[in-house]
């Protein structure tokens, strides 16, 4: 802890790569420093503001939901015209930031990339906590929440049954299936991490507590076998899960006829701002929190590097997907594509999406400068810039697309209201507050899966 | 009944303890060479070669996985083209019943579902999890199984196991320590 590195200085040489976990640790350093944040008796002063004020937040959230099962969702701006509005968005903006969680744990893992070692526990804790923050848009937006599980095929007295042809029944099913899988995901990741805690807590009630949640995990060379196959497993069936579940929620616009939504770029378009979205969240979380926590011989320099990579990358797909849309809409010769474009370019939301250009295409490029690459205050502003452009973007294309459709005289202006608003930024407050918890009772960094980067994990061979 | 009752050994086993992983792989080699069968290893973090080296390396979690998905998956298909031909026919623009392409997402997604329930509890369920009390978290220092030690295990149930014998022969793996491990 009391060594510093000086990062910039140790990346000068062209040969050196930086590293994913900083020389000089042991098993027992790295499993010391992680349980630390968890076991130490004092909780600091700054964490308690954190979740104060996110529980504040969220108190807004469920004052709104209170007074809007209490009175209906009229208290929200979308109506006719534009009966999808920030429900929506907020959905799908929550869903596609949970994506680079399980992009980070399941694909990454694939891919061997082992920098995704120390951020992936934290990557799909966000995952997590997104789709929990998400699943409450369209829940609240049928209007009656508590009949929701009608939108389970189960036998019934009613005698009906859902339609299985519909997208919205497909994004059921997507949505369900990928919380279920992430938090399993995730749950046995813990496991073993859970046990450290019951073996180093000393509380007896953090022993008891962290021992029931271990299941009695003993480290056994016959359970990690099992372990090891069906967290690879688990990562190979993730992988197409999360393509799916983007791709799906994309079919509830792509399969409608409303022009700027029936277009079949959207799948890989709306899965590529995902990752976009989410890779910008876990820059916005991960440079605070390692900076606050003293993570940085863990979460190096190397991460938010390959993190802004990525960020980049997917950015410059995102574009593409733009310039895809202009395009299609004018050779198309379609009347409405070209007037739902020319609506985006000049019509009366004409800010928002220039706006939106700018903060999902123009922005990022600043990334291609090493400096910027290099500093992690330009790089948390950039992702803050993406986070609100990947927001502006199912603004652009789900409000606007529907406030001027085939009718002229079925248009009309869209405009959110105060409850709009405490609904969206209290499920931000919900997000960070359930972030905070996590962030005190649970390991934020998979501990065993750093044993194995460290240099003593390599096996020497005597006879070989 | 109290006749019936087995005679259980003294001590559940024989706990050797390593402060590195190669000298435990070392010596769960050397442990299985030597015959014995009922042998266990502990390590904080998943390493291969010990699972390999008491021959425990290969499991039967992909054909439960497998299993699993395709449960997951003909469930859900089965169940949409009940629902939409049988159960609850509806008549969509004059569209067939048994519009199949529209199915594939749900089945997909219920294929993962499926997959990974047979997965995670799969694997529970055959490494015998949750299981709160075991004897082994009796051996001293045990606790450090899931920071920096290793450890390998001679079970008493194992028919070459002899007390003595065994424990002299751990001693000869350069462990830090060999204890009994209390029932």
């Excluded at chain 1, 050196?16 to 098993?27: C, R, S």
């Excluded at chain 1, 079949?264 to 709306?270: H, N, R």
């Excluded at chain 1, 701002?273 to 876990?282: D, E, L, Q």
Aim: hydrophobic fraction near 50%; charge should be neutral; glycine fraction near 8%.
């Amino acid at each position: 802890m009391s060594e510093r590195y000086d990062y910039e200085q140790e990346d000068v040489g062209i040969h050196t790569t930086p590293v994913v976990i900083e020389p000089g640790h042991t098993f027992g350093t790295v499993t010391d420093k992680i349980s630390s944040i968890v076991l130490r008796k004092r909780t600091p002063v700054a964490w308690w503001i954190g979740l104060a004020l996110s529980f504040m937040l969220a108190n807004m959230m469920f004052g709104t939901v209170v007074y809007l099962v209490l009175t209906g969702i009229g208290i929200w701006g979308n109506n006719q015209p534009v009966g999808w509005a920030f429900d929506i968005i907020n959905f799908v903006w929550w869903i596609g930031i949970g994506h680079a969680g399980t992009l980070i744990s399941a694909i990454l893992l694939l891919l061997r990339q082992t920098w995704r070692t120390s951020i992936n526990r934290f990557a799909e804790a966000m995952t997590l906590f997104a789709v929990a923050c998400a699943g409450l848009f369209p829940l609240l937006h049928t209007g009656r929440p508590w009949l929701a599980y009608w939108l389970f095929p189960y036998p019934n007295t009613m005698g009906i049954q859902p339609q299985f042809r519909s997208p919205l029944m497909w994004d059921v099913f997507a949505v369900s299936t990928y919380a279920t899988v992430s938090a399993l995901f995730w749950y046995t990741g813990l496991i073993p991490d859970l046990a450290t805690l019951r073996d180093r807590a000393r509380s007896r009630f953090g022993q008891i507590v962290y021992g029931m949640a271990s299941l009695g995990w003993r480290g056994s060379a016959r359970h990690w076998a099992r372990y090891e196959v069906v967290y690879l497993l688990l990562a190979g069936i993730s992988t197409p899960l999360v393509l799916s579940v983007h791709t799906i929620v994309s079919f509830d616009f792509a399969i409608g006829i409303i022009p700027g939504w029936h277009t079949p770029i959207f799948p890989p378009y709306f899965v590529a701002g995902a990752i976009y979205a989410g890779f910008a969240m876990v820059l916005t979380l991960v440079i605070p929190l390692r900076k606050f926590y003293g993570l940085e011989d863990f979460i190096t320099e190397r991460h938010l590097r390959n993190s802004a990579k990525v960020m980049l990358a997917t950015g410059l797909l995102v574009a593409y997907g733009y310039m895809c849309e202009a395009f299609v809409a004018w050779y198309s010769a379609n009347t409405y594509e070209q007037f739902m474009m020319m609506n985006r370019f000049v019509g009366p939301y004409a800010f928002f999406y220039w706006l939106l250009i700018f903060c999902n295409v123009v922005a990022p490029q600043v990334i291609w400068i090493r400096r910027v690459r290099h500093s992690n205050i330009w790089l948390f502003v950039v992702a803050m810039f993406v986070n609100l452009g990947m927001w502006l973007e199912r603004f652009i294309i789900i409000p606007v697309s529907l406030h001027r459709d085939f009718l002229p005289s079925s248009w009309g202006m869209y405009r959110p209201t105060i409850f709009d608003f405490t609904m969206f930024f209290g499920t931000i407050g919900f997000f960070f507050f359930l972030m905070f918890l996590f962030l005190r009772f649970l390991p934020v960094i998979s501990i065993f899966e750093m044993r194995t980067m460290v240099p003593e994990a390599q096996i020497k061979e005597e006879e070989a | 009944m109290a006749g019936k009752r087995k005679v259980r050994p003294a001590v559940y086993g024989l706990m050797a303890e390593f402060d590195n992983p190669s000298d435990a792989v070392a010596a769960a080699r050397r442990v299985h060479e030597e015959g014995y069968r009922r042998v266990d290893a502990f390590s904080p973090y998943p390493v291969e070669e010990l699972s390999e080296a008491i021959h425990a390396h290969t499991t039967k979690m992909p054909l439960i996985v497998l299993i699993g998905g395709i449960l997951g998956g003909m469930g859900g298909f089965l169940l949409q083209f009940y629902i939409a031909t049988i159960y609850y026919p509806i008549n969509v623009g004059g569209k067939p019943l048994y519009s199949w392409p529209a199915f594939i997402p749900v089945t997909f997604e219920c294929t993962v579902l499926g997959a990974a329930l047979f997965a995670v509890f799969g694997m529970l369920a055959l490494n015998g999890l949750p299981e709160p009390y075991h004897p082994v978290f009796n051996a001293p220092n045990f606790a450090l199984a899931s920071r920096d030690r290793f450890f390998v295990l001679v079970e008493s149930a194992d028919p070459k196991f002899d007390r003595e014998r065994t424990a002299e022969f751990l001693r000869t793996l350069g462990p830090r320590e060999v204890t009994d491990v209390e029932h």
